[in-house]
């Protein structure tokens, strides 16, 4: 299963990353080129509790349908996400871009001794979970944006 924990994995996720413009069109959704990227700027900010985000009490915070999101299912295309998370655009695109790099390298430095913030929607997730689902999320949209 693919992770941000993984150097190789990382580098070409965000190698991907690069490659979208802020003109790009989605192949699905309603997020915007900036829209995304702003979007996936906060949710690493969140995984890294520097974003308050409101926990939802949902039936995915428990096995086992936590575990076949995070690690099996497919994520669906127009799936609903926390207002926080979809609230701004990267106004100047090269400064997002640049956070959400260093975003990264922040959850990377973490390591799997960081004590991980409840996800609000999926409650408690192990280090392993958190890699996962970045990385599946990070691949989710840049898939929405041809990369």
């Not at 520097?50 to 949902?58: F, P, Y």
């Amino acid at each position: 299963m693919p992770t941000l924990w993984n150097d190789a994995e990382r580098q070409a996720l965000v190698t991907r990353l690069r490659q979208v413009t802020p003109d790009a069109q989605p192949g699905w959704g309603s997020l915007t080129a900036r829209g995304v990227l702003a979007h996936l700027h906060d949710a690493a900010r969140m995984a890294l509790g520097e974003l308050d985000v409101a926990s939802k009490k949902l039936p995915i915070r428990f096995p086992p349908l936590k575990q076949l999101i995070i690690y099996v299912v497919p994520f669906p295309k127009g799936a609903p996400t926390a207002p926080e998370l979809i609230a701004r655009q990267a106004d100047d695109w090269t400064a997002e871009m640049a956070a959400t790099e260093q975003a990264i390298d922040r959850l990377v430095a973490k390591g799997a001794s960081f004590r991980w913030p409840n996800h609000p929607a999926f409650g408690s997730l192990t280090h392993n979970a958190w890699g996962v689902l970045i990385y599946r999320h990070m691949d989710h949209h840049l898939k929405q944006f041809g990369h």
